[in-house]
């Protein structure tokens, strides 16, 4: 029998606004998309925590028992800048002078190494939106026979106002469609559209705009919403399962992907839509455009001027697992020391449970605090009652070490098994602890050898202080010289 036949998971909709019983379209089975990165730049810690949490939704799905498909895409074309004018990345093509998969490729490599160090599990498929213009060329021409799009100078729009004729176009962000506005600037090719509600499907490429494909229409490019519609459905059917997102994404992204599903294929694409909330940063939003923002490297470096010291990823995966996904989380100094003494907390036990001596009865009902943990999961995936029930359970194990308490070989058994299940398993936590003082002892060692170096030109030893410098340049070690003294910084 698998876990998910004894468990009851809820998910809030955000569809219906509720939270709903989970049940998948196929017994057994699940069918989850998320939407991934536009890969133009280095992704910030704000878009690792939406990953984080699903990843959390995936690995507790996979512990359930589930055979989870999880579709997580690239955008590699098609997203265009706020002012609408121009695509993300053929701009940053342009003014970096390289071709735009060398921009795709080097901020795909970049993303996946953080998601990496975070300790993510790569999804089943990872579809771009380059790998698809097929398919978004043949759903746009569906769409026009539908009578649901026009074709204007070249590129085609959604009509969104013919569209909610029959349908309700705002279903998911509850607009009504007089607030349904797609952008905010009516700028250039905007113009072109017949109600600014409308969105592009696909768009004729300017002569600057270097990402370009031919189609019935013009030479051009798909329209950024487009995309994960054709993508999801290709890999998860014309109806599944989980679709997620940042909350960002709501609208207009996932009202149109709504809206564009329906026309091509006549069915609300999915069944569960989640919605994740932001990470902030000191108090506000943590956004590359305002500058309000930390990379994921920045933060296990120490290589910042907003924190204390440097925190390893797992510390920071476990402070961004003590809110719920659903709320806004706000990263500070404080909040990140807090989280780091209890994940040590956490990994201390984890290693004193293996050493507990057992007796003939237990003084705690371990049956009922297993269920209290897959309770807090199932009430949609709640980490921090999780963490909380952990933590009681890391209370109870050190009573017993301390023989303030007792616990059975049977007892024993299932707590060590739940507890690393939750921690490793579900939460994605690593025993990086070690690293964390490894790093110090690193910190410590390279701060020495700055000082020996600095002695060493202080004795006119340019060959030794030069040899100094050097070979720590080899190890990824980089001195900068100032006026305050020397920094150093690791590649
Ligand atoms: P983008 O590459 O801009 O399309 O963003 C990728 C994902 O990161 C989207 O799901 C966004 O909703 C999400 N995201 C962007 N900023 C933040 C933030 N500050 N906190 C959490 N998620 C974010
Ligand atoms: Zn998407």
Redesign the pocket.
Known sequence: MSIYEQQTLKIQNSLSGEKEIFKPITSGFVGMY??????YSN??L??I???MSFDIIYRYLLHLGYKVRYVRNI?DAG?LTDDDAEDKISTKARLEKVEPMEIVQKYTVDFHNVLKQYNLLPPSIEPTATGHIVEQIEATQKIIDAGLAYVVNGSVYFDVFKYNETKHYGILSKRVIEDAIENTRALDGQSDKKNPQDFALWKKAEPEHIQRWNSPWSEGFPGWHLECTVMSTKYLGDQFDIHG?????KFPHHECEIAQAEACNHKAPVNYWMH?????LNGK???KSTGN?LNPSDIYTGNNTILSKAFTPSVTRFSMMQAHYSSVLDLTDDALLASEKGYNRLMDALKTVAQLKTNTSSSFDINSWKQKCYDAMNDDFNTPILIANLFDAVKYINQVKDNNASITAEDLAILTKTLNQFTFDILGLKDDAKTNSNSDTLTGTIELLIQLRAEAKANKNYDLSDKIRAELLALGVQLKDGRAGTSFSLS
């Open positions: 998320v939407c991934g990165p536009t890969v992704v910030h704000g878009n925590r939406t990953f955008t997203h997102g940042g909350m960002d994404l994740t909330n932001m990470l902030n939003k943590m956004s923002f």
